[in-house]
């Protein structure tokens, strides 16, 4: 079946740096990709969504120019998470947001990211 | 609006009982799909089941089954004979259609299971 992978699966950054996280599709190609973020024990809230050649579309309330996003192919969609600090701190989560009736909504694996 | 309610933010119980997880929707949506996940403390999400809003039959799967009952707009989930194995966090999830972008998911706050030996 489909697979999405993330790279890092954690990261520990120092506040002020910028933090990139990528999410591919290994054996499809995904014109859209979904972001999304869960703070510790809270639920998965939807951030942005990718699409490959164009400008992403954010959810309100989420910052553009905080959270850049690169969907530069049809496999490879980038989270960028700008000048992080310590309220950024966060489980990212990316999925391929095809339709349901054929898939099972394929998440990747998460990145937890940690600001300090 | 879309909204999915998970009114049990947890539960505890021991080993080999049986435990039913709630979930509650809202949709303004006439297709629609619902989706229960599992999340161990890893933290990668693991699909349990999809069900679209056309089928009402309930489904089992060994000791998992679900519930949707259309009319009170539920999605419920019971573990039979639960196990230590089963403590996780629960996620019950909608479907939203974003037209073009395809379709992203809604979830309730999960349920945190917690199974004792």
């Known amino acids: 079946g489909a697979v999405v992978s993330q790279h890092p699966s954690w990261v520990i950054c120092k506040s002020g740096t910028s933090v990139k996280i990528e999410c591919r599709s290994l054996?499809?190609?995904?014109?859209?990709m979904f972001w999304y973020r869960q703070f510790p024990k809270q639920s998965l809230m939807l951030m942005a969504t990718s699409n490959e050649g164009s400008k992403a579309t954010y959810e309100q309330g989420v910052e553009k120019d905080k959270f850049l996003i690169n969907h530069a192919s049809l496999t490879l969609s980038t989270l960028t998470v700008t000048s992080a600090h310590p309220e950024d701190s966060s489980f990212y989560i990316c999925?391929?947001?095809?339709?349901?009736?054929?898939?099972?909504?394929?998440f990747g694996p998460g990145t937890r990211l940690t600001v300090l | 609006a879309q909204k999915v309610t998970q009114a049990q933010t947890e539960i505890s119980v021991v080993e080999k009982e049986d435990v039913t997880l709630d979930c509650v929707y809202e949709?303004?949506?006439?297709?629609?799909?619902l989706f229960w996940y599992k999340q161990p403390p890893s933290g990668e999400l693991v699909f349990l089941i999809r069900?679209?809003?056309?089928?009402?039959q309930n489904e089992i799967s060994g000791r998992y089954s679900w519930n949707f009952q259309k009319s009170t707009s539920s999605f419920n989930f019971t573990i039979t004979a639960s196990q230590v194995v089963d403590s996780a966090v629960y996620f019950c999830?909608?479907?939203?259609?974003?037209?073009?972008?395809?379709?992203?998911?809604?979830f309730g706050k999960g349920t945190t299971l917690s199974v004792s030996s």
């Open positions: 999830a909608l479907s939203e259609a974003r037209g073009q972008a395809g379709t992203a998911l809604i």
């Open positions: 054996d499809f190609q995904a014109t859209t």
């Open positions: 069900r679209n809003s056309f089928d009402e």
């Open positions: 949709t303004r949506d006439t297709t629609y799909y």
């Open positions: 999925s391929w947001g095809g339709h349901p009736s054929r898939d099972t909504q394929y």
